[in-house]
């Protein structure tokens, strides 16, 4: 009973490509968020939506941008990959009582 | 400037005692709470949640106790099993729209 997907499980880039990590949910649930985790920083916000076509920024939105054209879709964008945005992604979708995530994404940049 | 914190990166309990996991908050508008357990290379899964108007949520062996006066919330887990050894993260929110999660425990079970 899947709830919410990520399309990739590990991601190798090059530094300077354009990366989508794409997320779905099943739940059709208004709220979807992207975080990202690294160690000792715990779960971090990059970006969140209420509704189709809405978004805003998080904590650290520095280096990304997303896209929700449809309510069951989140794509997380990195516009020029680097390597400080080597991390695990995690996407995450919500109602108001509960929350579910993705099995994340772990992407390298070299 | 942290609104979520735990401020316990680890924690090492002995199988069949009790684990007790704290979270500390600033934002006194919070009005509902959720704990998760995240293993590597996978994303968290939802454990437990306490509104604002309650004190105490149990489910099975995993228990969350809100204490708003001092904006701390806790999660016990009893007996603890090997099993349980994962990072758990404690997030607080308004109606979830927003979730603010701190850095997370590591609690390590050993026999």
């Known amino acids: 009973d899947v709830k919410v997907t990520q399309s990739s499980r590990y991601l190798v880039k090059r530094t300077g490509e354009k990366v989508f990590l794409e997320c779905v949910q099943d739940?059709?649930?208004?709220?979807m968020f992207w975080y990202r985790q690294d160690p000792g920083l715990g779960l971090r916000l990059i970006y969140f939506?209420?509704?189709?076509?809405?978004?805003e920024k998080g904590d650290i939105p520095e280096g990304y941008s997303v896209s929700r054209e449809k309510k069951e879709r989140f794509s997380l964008i990195l516009e020029s990959a680097s390597t400080n945005q080597t991390s695990m992604y995690l996407c995450?979708?919500?109602?108001?009582?509960?929350?579910?995530f993705g099995q994340g994404t772990r992407l390298t940049v070299v | 400037d942290q609104q979520v914190k735990q401020n316990s990166p680890s924690l090492s309990v002995q199988e069949g005692r009790i684990s007790i996991l704290n979270c500390d908050y600033t934002?006194?508008?919070?009005?509902?709470f959720l704990w998760y357990k995240k293993y590597p290379a996978e994303g968290p899964t939802f454990l437990i949640s306490?509104?604002?108007?309650?004190d105490k949520n149990e489910d099975g062996r995993f228990t969350v106790f809100l204490n708003k006066s001092a904006k701390h919330l806790s999660l016990h887990i009893v007996p603890s099993q090997p099993g349980d050894s994962a990072v758990y993260f404690c997030?607080?929110?308004?109606?979830?729209?927003?979730?603010?999660f701190g850095t997370g425990t590591r609690l390590q079970v050993f026999p």
């Open positions: 306490i509104s604002s108007i309650k």
């Open positions: 997030a607080a929110g308004q109606n979830t729209d927003k979730l603010i």
């Open positions: 939506s209420y509704d189709v076509k809405m978004k």
């Open positions: 995450a979708s919500s109602s108001p009582t509960e929350a579910f």
């Open positions: 739940m059709d649930h208004e709220n």
């Open positions: 934002n006194s508008m919070f009005d509902y």
